[in-house]
């Protein structure tokens, strides 16, 4: 099993500024990586796929980079709507994806 | 619009059964893989289990597996989780969710069933 490793577990950060989010694999998943937000109640939303390629509908201060092991999620000028829960999913091996353990984004 | 509604979520005794359904609708059901993912309260994401199309792949993580069984009716545009032997860790939120493409991320979501496994 591909092990995901998310951090920091809780960013605390200010409107207006950047946020980085880091997610780590345990062995290569090529750009076979996406990022979910998921707010109080909700479902989680895609965000980013191919490790990089916006979903449909997802605003461009949200964008991400990496491949093989590596991989970081820019917000680049954080509003309110975008404090919430962050994960990384790999999806390098139809089914068996797994998730990071998430990244709490909170207002500093 | 893609649409992914679950139902049959409640509370249930340890050793229980339970079985969820999720009903699909704004796209062809039965061209898609299909998937349950969980989320205990407070935790993250979990993956429970995977169909393909045609029903002809099945995948269970090994928390769930001979105890949980996946099935689909694509004349229904229905997903279902059988959960047999439930255990107070199977307590969580159950999303059912799709892909735009069989080996992609997941695109669409559920609202999410509530099951809780307690005495």
């Known amino acids: 099993e591909i092990v995901m490793t998310q951090s920091p577990a809780t960013l605390s950060v200010s409107p207006g500024e950047r946020a980085t989010l880091s997610c780590r694999a345990s062995?290569?998943?090529?750009?076979?990586l996406a990022w979910y937000q998921q707010k109080p109640g909700q479902a989680p939303r895609l965000l980013i796929y191919?490790?990089?390629t916006r979903a449909t509908g997802i605003p461009a201060r949200f964008s991400g980079s990496g491949s093989g092991t590596e991989f970081t999620l820019t917000i680049s000028s954080l509003q309110s709507e975008d404090f919430a829960v962050y994960y990384c999913?790999?999806?390098?091996?139809?089914?068996?994806?797994?998730f990071g353990q998430g990244t709490k984004l909170e207002i500093k | 619009e893609v649409q992914l509604v679950e139902s049959g979520g409640g509370l249930v005794k340890p050793g229980g059964s339970l079985r969820l359904s999720c009903a699909a609708s704004?796209?062809?059901?039965?061209?898609?893989?299909m998937n349950w993912v969980r989320q205990a309260p407070g935790k993250g994401l979990e993956w429970v289990s995977s169909?393909?199309?045609?029903?002809?792949?099945?995948y269970y993580a090994d928390s769930v597996k001979g105890r949980f069984t996946i099935s689909r009716d694509n004349a229904k545009n229905s997903l279902y989780l059988q959960m047999n032997s439930l255990r107070a860790e199977d307590t969580a939120v159950y999303y059912c969710?799709?892909?735009?493409?069989?080996?992609?991320?997941?695109?669409?979501w559920g609202q999410g069933t509530l099951v809780t496994v307690s005495s």
């Open positions: 169909i393909s199309s045609s029903s002809s792949y099945i």
């Open positions: 191919g490790a990089s």
């Open positions: 704004g796209f062809t059901f039965s061209s898609y893989s």
């Open positions: 062995q290569s998943v090529s750009s076979n």
């Open positions: 969710a799709a892909p735009d493409i069989l080996t992609g991320p997941y695109d669409y």
């Open positions: 999913q790999q999806y390098n091996n139809w089914p068996l994806y797994t």
